[in-house]
């Protein structure tokens, strides 16, 4: 069987990945993988548990057992860690910082590579991958690589009206302070830090529409297809 079609989305927090892999899976009817959410899944499962999130020993036990799974359903990308919808658990503040934690051991990204590769291969037509080290990590020779960005300060705008239109009401500077310490940890750590590989088209959405910044990776896909 040949192999799917590859599509690498790479990029800080808030630059618009989720949001454009949603759209554009549906559009082309290809399999997405957030990989965001597993490495929250690992942080969820692991607070749960009481781990020291810097325990490998303990970490590498848990990711043993690891059972993540997707789910869309009307049009919401679900996530399932053994059998239990945790789609909301998984975006708390506190995950989120968890999840930027454990995402640094290389115990878990070691682990974690196989499963995303699997995720992807096993797509009936396609995969969108979307993470921090797609393009560079866990499928170098992807078919597409985009590595979307955008200025910090639009970024936590972003984040700061996706929190109030749930309720939580944070000060955008919080925001911003809580987004400045995540990226510098995803780009300085030492195993594949977040940074766009050689070949990956570079993308700056903070001027660009959605639909703009759609049309033109699914323009990429298109054109990758054609050969
Ligand atoms: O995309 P996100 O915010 O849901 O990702 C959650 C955390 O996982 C974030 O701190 C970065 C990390 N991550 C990573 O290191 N590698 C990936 N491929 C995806 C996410």
């Known amino acids: 069987m040949p192999r799917p079609l590859i599509v690498a989305i790479d990029g800080p927090a808030g630059a618009g ?14 399999t997405l993988v957030d990989t965001g959410a597993i490495y929250r899944c690992v942080a969820l499962k692991a607070r749960r548990q009481g781990l020291a999130l810097d325990d490998d020993a303990r970490l590498e036990q848990l990711l043993g057992t690891l059972d993540v799974s997707f789910h869309v359903e009307e049009e ?24 930027s934690q454990v995402s640094s051991r290389p115990v878990v990204r070691a682990h974690l590579l196989d499963l995303q590769r699997r995720l ?9 991958l979307e993470g ?4 560079t990590v866990v499928f170098p020779d992807a078919d597409v690589k985009v590595f979307l960005f955008a ?3 639009i970024r936590a705008r972003r ?14 500077d919080q925001v911003l302070s809580e987004q400045n310490r995540r990226d510098r940890e995803d780009s300085e750590r030492e195993v594949a830090p977040l940074k766009p590989a050689a070949d ?28």
């Open 200 to 227: 990956a088209v570079q993308l700056d959405s903070t001027d660009l529409p959605l639909s703009e910044v759609v049309q033109r990776i699914e323009d990429l896909v298109q054109s990758r297809r054609r050969g």
């Open 132 to 135: 921090r080290d797609i393009g």
């Open 151 to 153: 200025n910090p300060e």
């Open 159 to 172: 984040r700061y009206e996706e929190l109030f239109e749930k309720g939580h009401e944070k000060p955008i």
């Open 76 to 99: 919401v990308n679900h996530v399932f860690l053994e059998g239990e919808d945790v789609s909301e658990a998984i975006r708390t503040p506190e995950n989120s910082l968890a999840a």
């Open 120 to 128: 992807a291969l096993h797509a009936q037509h396609g995969a969108i």
């Open 17 to 30: 990945k989720s949001t454009v892999s949603k759209i554009l899976a549906r559009r082309l009817d290809f």
